[in-house]
């Protein structure tokens, strides 16, 4: 059993990784340059984080021997999505301190009890009720009227596990759409705008953030994120102040994400966290002083915090599978004219390693710094509909 005293994890040490996907690349990337080794765990190989990992572990996450295994091999534990199993979480906490804790997973992997502990620590959201059964959906669309959004309590991402009722006659099709599992039934918000804030905090305590980034969704799933968002200054620091509330009501230590809605009258109302570095804080590699990742390994290993402050104005545009695909029905991979935008001077390419290109699925991402948020994002609009000619 590793020492519970909060100590500095100084470079030379191991950081482990539970997921190795996109952000666990872009994480491990990251820590290289302070000297740290990092391994990570997943079911899958040749990973996007695997590839560049020093150690890449294929085990099912429920093989806790594999897991028991992996926690003794590193100094540090942390996460690069929210839906690693508890049992597996709960198991490297014995071996090696777990950053975020596992709080913050048991929060965020479950939507009824991530509404509910905002609702609890005083923070708005949509109105929600809970859903067990058809009747608490037809009692749940009386009291909150339509239209309304039905959403599985777990497993749901970029969309999924959510189903729009815009009349309650729709009820008893909505819940055999959802497969008749616990869900949560949220108000309809007509919203102005979709923000996030990032932000980390120390073993300290010592909390930074990257102020308010201002993003848009196609098929509800993120397409263009863009910083610092054009916000009342106000309205901004009351974000900030909301997920400041959030990781200290967790004591979440590394890098959260909470996403927001801003509705008429500039109210802010919170939609969902993630605790771990974020799609919408890419534009932080090169925006930065100190990148979300950077942070994140900063903060899982007890360093002081970095400098979060923007160089320029910026926009980042995700590239999903569709950018690599030949349209028809016999759709093919084809290869983006990378040179088109490698030539641009201010546009940065990441590729995530994936080798199959789905419909829907992150394959790398575009990001544009310029002298207003308004060119960037322009600019990076720009560059990904040259990968589509």
Same mark, same amino acid.
């Given at each position: ?15 482990g990784?539970?997921?190795s996907?996109q952000l666990? /690349?872009m994480? &491990?990337?990251a820590?290289?340059? *302070?000297? #740290? ?5 997943s079911?899958e190989?040749?990973?996007?984080a695997?590839?560049?990992? !020093? ?6 996450y !429920?093989?806790?021997? +594999? ?5 003794r ?10 839906n690693?199993?508890?049992?597996t ?9 777990? /950053?975020?804790?596992?709080q913050?997973l048991?929060?965020?992997?479950n939507?009824?009890r ?20 058809? &009747? ?6 009386? $009291?909150?009227?339509c239209?309304?959004?039905?959403k599985?309590?777990?497993?749901? #991402?970029?969309?999924?596990?959510q189903?729009k ?8 099709? +909505? ?5 008749q ?11 102005e705008r979709?923000?996030s804030?990032v &932000? ?5 305590? /010592? ?8 993003n848009?969704h196609?098929? $509800?799933?993120?397409d ?8 009342a200054?106000?309205?901004a ?5 909301m997920v400041?509330?959030v ?8 890098v959260?994400?909470v996403?927001?809605f801003?509705a ?5 109302l919170?939609?969902e ?16 002083v ?6 994140? +390994?900063?903060?899982?290993?007890? *360093?002081p915090?970095?400098?979060?402050? #923007? ?5 980042? +545009?995700n ?7 030949r349209?028809?029905a ?5 290869e983006?004219?990378w040179? &088109?935008v ?7 390419? $990441? ?12 394959m790398?991402?575009?990001t544009a ?5 308004d060119?960037?994002?322009?600019m990076?609009?720009?560059? /990904?509909?040259?990968?589509r000619?």
């Open positions: 059993m590793y020492a519970a005293t909060p100590k500095m994890i100084l470079p030379g040490a191991t950081i990784i539970l997921g996907g666990g /690349r994480l &491990a990337l820590a290289r340059p *302070l000297g #740290y080794r990092i391994h990570v765990f079911p190989r040749d990973t996007p695997g590839q560049v990992a !020093d150690v890449e572990i294929c085990a099912a !429920d093989d806790l021997d +594999a897991v028991r295994a992996f926690a091999g590193v100094d540090v534990v942390t996460y690069e999505f929210e690693v199993p508890a049992n979480a709960v198991t490297c906490q014995q071996f090696a301190p777990l /950053r975020p804790g596992p913050a048991h929060i965020a992997q939507r009824l991530e509404k509910s502990f905002f609702a609890e620590n005083g923070l708005p959201t949509a109105p929600f009720v809970p859903v067990h059964s058809l &009747a608490d959906l037809q009692n749940g669309l009386a $009291h909150i009227g239209p309304a959004v039905l599985t309590a777990v497993s749901g #991402y970029d969309g999924k596990g189903i009722i815009t009349h309650p006659d729709e009820a008893e099709t +909505a819940w055999q759409a959802a497969g599992v616990d869900c949560i039934l949220e108000g309809w918000i007509a919203f979709e923000l804030v &932000a980390a905090r120390g073993v300290d305590g /010592r909390f930074a953030h990257y102020g308010v980034i201002e848009s196609a098929n $509800h799933i993120l263009v994120s863009k910083a610092p968002a054009n916000l200054p106000a309205v620091a009351q974000a900030v102040e400041q509330t990781m200290e009501a967790l004591d979440v230590v590394g959260l994400c996403e927001f801003l008429g009258d500039n109210q802010l919170l939609n966290m993630a605790p771990r570095p974020h799609n919408s804080g890419h534009l932080t590699i090169e925006a930065c100190t990148s979300q990742f950077e942070q994140q +390994a900063r903060a899982v290993c007890g *360093l915090l970095g400098d979060t402050r #923007y160089r320029q104005s910026a926009a980042m +545009a590239l999903l599978g569709e950018v690599f695909q349209g028809g016999e759709a093919q991979r084809k983006p004219d040179t &088109a490698l030539r641009l001077p201010h546009i940065k390419v $990441h590729l995530y390693g994936k080798r199959e290109a789905r419909d829907g699925r992150k790398g991402h575009l710094l310029a002298g207003s948020v060119e960037a994002e322009r990076v609009r720009e560059a /990904r509909e040259l990968l000619d």
